[in-house]
Nanobody, 123 residues
Framework: QAQLVESGGGLVQAGGSLRLSCAAS????????MAWFRQAPGKEREFVAA????????DCADSVKARFTISRDNAKNTVYLQMNSLKPEDTAVYYC????????????????WGQGTQVTVSS
């Protein structure tokens, strides 16, 4: 089993930036696709961004494409989410996900999940 631990969440004003990190440990040698999802109160979990093992394949939700950037450092078994120009509607718990399979935008395809980190954007 692989374990994922997110960090970097917090409270930020609208227009500000945050960088989330997700460190994988345990059974990491087969991890391929990694992704970020988020869930706001009263809403379903939604896709934010995903990345392939090499980093050459990436996908982002349209709502964040111009503002968020996903990246990874395989030597550190870590995936990042750089979030710029944050908006109040970005407020949510952000979850890191990973799987041995390819990156996708579908939560059901990911086996490993972190506990989440809260991001709150004030207006």
């Amino acid at each position: 089993q692989a374990q994922l631990v997110e960090s970097g969440g917090g409270l930020v004003q609208a227009g500000g930036s945050l960088r989330l990190s997700c460190a994988a440990s345990g059974r990491t040698f087969n991890i391929n696709g990694m992704a970020w999802f988020r869930q706001a109160p009263g809403k379903e979990r939604e896709f934010v961004a995903a990345i392939s093992w090499s980093g050459r394949g990436r996908d982002c939700a349209d709502s964040v494409k111009a503002r968020f950037t996903i990246s990874r450092d395989n030597a550190k078994n870590t995936v990042y989410l750089q979030m710029n120009s944050l908006k109040p509607e970005d407020t949510a718990v952000y979850y890191c996900a990973a799987d041995d399979g390819p990156y996708t935008c579908y939560a059901r395809t990911y086996t490993y999940w972190g506990q989440g980190t809260q991001v709150t954007v004030s207006s």
